[in-house]
């Protein structure tokens, strides 16, 4: 089996069960509650890290910040071990 056809496979079965679950609307309100939590406790954790965490760790921040680091640049890291010291 093609790695296509199992990922069609495990879509259709998610699907299908959900679609059983949302039959009720008890069920179906309880999803939405359970999903909505979910995705404000990501974007929460994406939210909290401040500016200078994000300095600490150059490989988190962006791609422009870790080719510079790459190519030598500490200017980042040596500020926040600076700060947290």
Avoid: C, H
Wanted: aromatic letters at 8%; hydrophobic letters at 35%.
């Amino acid at each position: 089996m093609s790695k296509q056809a199992i990922l069609y496979s495990i879509s259709a079965l998610g699907i299908g069960t959900l679609s059983y679950l949302a039959m009720d609307s008890d069920r179906r309100r309880a999803i939405k509650n359970k999903i909505t939590k979910w995705t404000s406790q990501q974007t929460n954790k994406q939210d909290n890290i401040s500016a200078i965490e994000k300095a600490g760790r150059p490989e988190m921040d962006n791609m422009e910040n870790s080719k510079m680091v790459a190519e030598g640049s500490q200017f980042g890291v040596n500020y926040y071990n600076k700060i947290k010291q």
